[in-house]
């Protein structure tokens, strides 16, 4: 297996390289290990597939080889080529007998070591995002995002460009981050919503994939202040229509890992069995009134019209096992934009659908109040200026029709996925209260 350029063998991914064997090849990444045992240096060489054991024997490979191979420290460049060889000790079952070996660029003493607190890890944010662990991590995420894209567009959704900068709230002025703009006041997206509704009106079924920011008060392990947030929006939908989709949505992400992600999974030491569960979209559905019933019978001291945290998603995940949705919630716990029950116009017609395994909360949907009398008192009831909302009132006097939509938050679905004790680990540079670095 011969290329070109020196004759030197093909350039390989290490993940195709390992199954070379008997073959020539070429590897070049970045040095994860290395022991020198005197008659052979054994360099085990990262790249963006994987790890690769290289082995520099003193008695056969060529002294700069050697040299190269001797001055390489940790997270060096580096460059190999040589015979491929199967071996049960090295990692992936064989390794690279070098013949060459090239040092591209010498890393100083690199400041991660292992067995640092996490702390001192999101200091250096910018360096342990190469961990095998993290990176695994990211190609996960890439392979969900795909996964849902695709369907997305398999099942004719537009996709559009909402702004990130916003004249008004849409989840409440809370968790509003606000911008100086040129001396007037806007504000950080919470959420694209309004502007997707405003965007059925032509292309009918339109998602956006954003960042949306929150000012969350309380730290908790699956909060972000800034989050990727898919979001979709349908006319003539209703709440179901809209269920269906984000069912099948987060069916579709499961499916696309537990095909294109596999060995991610098993590196992160995640068990598929919920997963599997998860791959088929039919989700069980439970009312907010059976939700406050379930967390009763397991002692949870709650009234009906008492909203439902992370503690109470927790207990009601220990009934199912696999995502499930709660719907019909009491109107004051949810946004002024759902459409109210016509049967029973104390709860909406609104939508969460609770990740299993303790996870939680990972999409909020609803069907929209499609009327504009009914909107407007809405938005006066909450004590919210409708001039601000002018645009939004104006959907409902062209044309209004039923539509409804949701907000999938893609950290959290992440966090799931890869069974993550921690939201900050589904993405690369989280930011935090006191820490906007790197
Ligand atoms: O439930 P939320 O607040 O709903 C909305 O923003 C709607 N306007 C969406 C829509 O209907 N288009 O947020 C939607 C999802 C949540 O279910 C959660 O997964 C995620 O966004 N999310 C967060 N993720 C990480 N950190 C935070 N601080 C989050 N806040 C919400
Ligand atoms: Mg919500």
Known sequence: MSSGAGGLPALVKTRRALGLVGEEARVRGWVYRKRDLGGKIFVVVRD???????????????PEAVRAAEAATIESAVEAWGRVEADPRAPGGAELRAEGFVLHSRAEDFPIKGGEGVDYLLDVRHLWIRSRRLTAVWRLRHVALHAMRRYLDENGWWEVSPPILTQSAVEGGATLFEVNFFGRKAYLSQSAQFYLEALIYSLERVWSLTTSFRAERSRTRRHLYEYWHLETEEAWA?????????????????????????????????????LERAARPDYPSITY???????????????????????????????????????????????????????????????????PEGYGEVIGGSEREDRYEALLARIREEGLNPDEYRWYLDLRRYGSVPHSGFGLGVDRLVMWIAGLDHIRDSLPFPRFRDRIYP
């Open 48 to 62: 963006s597939e994987g790890v690769m054991q290289v082995v520099v024997d003193r008695a056969t490979a060529p």
């Open 289 to 355: 009134d059976e939700a406050v019933e379930l967390l009763r019978r397991k002692g949870v001291s709650v009234e009906w019209g008492d909203d439902l945290g992370a503690d109470e998603e927790r207990v009601l995940t220990g009934y199912f096992d696999t995502p499930f949705f709660v719907t019909h919630f009491p109107k004051h716990l949810k946004s002024f934009y759902m459409k109210p029950d016509p049967g029973r116009p104390e709860v909406v017609l609104g939508f969460d659908l609770l990740a």
């Open 238 to 274: 209703r709440m179901r229509d809209s269920m269906r989709v984000a069912a099948e949505l987060v069916a579709a992400a499961v499916r696309g890992v537990l095909e294109g992600a596999s060995e991610e999974l098993s590196l992160l030491g995640r068990s598929t069995e919920p």
